[in-house]
């Protein structure tokens, strides 16, 4: 883009903000913002409005707005273009596919993918196709209908708000939607071959806080789709190296069909809880980031450098690329800094970078200004007055761990392994608190935005 039109927008997206800030104050004239305006386009730079952060005051979670309500048609819906093929009860799952199209904004999917928008889609779809053998007695589709059905999911949500582009953002193709290798797709064939009632009872209730180490309903969704998996082959026929990998990739897919199961015999709140608690589990194990190269870092730092001042500035530059990522919770930031670290150290730095350089774990997550959700299930919500919100965990000023060997932290389950004190978990308020942290989140997207033109 030529350097007039992008300096145009940058223009625009400030101003923007800017007014948003104003309808968001009780007394605030909007012609106030529109002084002055030669001198905003002729700064080369602008410093973010936020409040100085006070040390000796703990920070509270809020739920940063994303958009205010009056500028952005979130309520406006579009008609879905569907094939007419799907045969998915839509209705069943309403309020999953509502919470859905929160949870993937078109706007903010990218960032919100990992954590929120993509185990909620894979919810969604499971809930669908486990409602919907209510009717047919399968729990999977066939290749063809798997295909018109999960194109149909997509319009929908994206007729709501949702983005457009959730099958590669979510990497979820048509065979999601089908059993895949699993011999089994049959309801009652599923429940002549497993424990029915042992599985029902171990997810049932699930304990979203104790469940990630007890694996209760976990080992018991394993155990039905080893069953399943290994329905009609013999045990010797899976021998070999080859046919492991198959065995696992058989598995694999039938814990997808268990879970739709699932879906078909809980209540539709209990079955939204057990799968995205389950989920959480799995995504809180690992670090969803992506590190660049850490040669300046290793130049700047390593055993030979002196200059601690250059050394924070490589360390900070490195950081700031991962704070444009994704959203991560309190536990995969852990997991980040950790790994980091480890990269770190097998560059022969040997020194805590993360002490020296005033890292923290917030420095893991997009924003600069701190945004770590909490490591329980979480949803984006919706409000006519306070727009598209969720739930931050900001008391995160905690120092990155630098990890003491080569080799990343043992399970947090572990009750041996000193971690720092994690972040306290979301209070749930129902609203923003204070005037500039609702605006925190949409600033910093409106100034990520313009860099990139």
């Known amino acids: 883009m030529r350097e007039g039109p992008a300096l145009k927008l940058k223009y625009n997206l400030l101003m923007l903000f800017l007014l948003m800030l104003c309808l968001h104050e009780s007394n605030c004239n909007p012609s106030e913002y529109q002084q002055d305006q030669g001198s905003a386009l002729s700064e080369s730079s602008i410093e973010p409005i936020l409040p100085a952060a006070s040390p000796s005051v703990e920070p509270q979670p809020f739920l940063p707005s994303l958009a205010p309500s009056p500028l952005t048609p979130f309520t406006n819906k579009s008609v879905p273009r569907l094939s007419g093929l799907c045969k998915l009860n839509f209705s069943a799952a309403e309020s999953m596919i509502s919470i859905t199209s929160v949870d993937c904004l078109a706007n903010f999917a990218p960032y919100l993918a990992n954590v929120m928008c993509c185990p909620q889609l894979q919810a969604t779809i499971e809930v669908l196709l486990g409602q919907t053998s209510k009717e047919t007695g399968f729990l999977a589709l066939d290749g063809t209908l798997a295909k018109h059905c999960l194109s149909d999911v997509e319009q929908i949500l994206a007729s709501r708000g949702a983005s457009d582009d959730l099958q590669h953002l979510c990497s979820i193709h048509p065979s999601k939607l089908t059993e895949a290798s699993c011999p089994i797709r049959d309801v009652k064939d599923f429940e002549s071959s497993v424990d029915s009632s042992k599985l029902l009872m171990a997810c049932e209730k699930i304990d979203l806080v104790n469940e990630c180490c007890t694996q209760r309903c976990q080992n018991a969704i394993s155990e039905a789709a080893k069953k399943i998996a290994l329905s009609g082959y013999g045990v010797s026929s899976m021998d070999g190296a080859h046919n492991i990998n198959e065995q696992g ?64 500035i490589s360390v900070d530059k490195y950081v700031s690329h991962l704070q444009k990522q994704s959203f ?18 097998k560059a022969n730095i040997t020194k805590n970078l993360y002490n020296v350089c005033h890292v923290s774990l917030k420095d893991f997550s997009l924003q600069e200004s701190g945004c ?32 003491s060997t080569n080799q990343l932290p043992g399970s947090s389950c572990n009750k041996t392994t000193k971690l720092p004190a994690l972040p306290a978990a979301a209070s749930g308020q129902s609203g923003p608190h204070g005037k500039w942290p609702a605006f925190t989140l949409l600033f910093t997207a409106l100034l990520a935005l313009a860099t990139l033109i």
């Open 249 to 312: 990739s058989r598995i694999d897919d039938c814990e997808s069909i268990v879970r739709r199961w699932l879906a078909l015999k809980l209540e539709l709140s209990t079955s939204k809880k057990v799968l995205r608690g389950i989920s959480n589990c799995k995504l809180n194990q690992d670090c969803p980031l992506t590190f660049p190269d850490i040669h300046h870092v290793s130049t700047n730092c390593g055993s030979k450098a002196n200059n601690v001042t250059a050394c924070c």
């Open 328 to 345: 991560t919770t309190n536990l995969q930031a852990l997991n980040c800094a950790s790994s980091l670290g480890v990269k770190l150290q």
């Open 372 to 403: 770590l959700l909490p490591s329980l299930p979480s949803d984006a919500t919706f409000d006519l007055s306070s727009g598209i919100s969720f739930v931050c965990d900001l008391n995160d000023n905690i120092a990155a761990p630098w990890p």
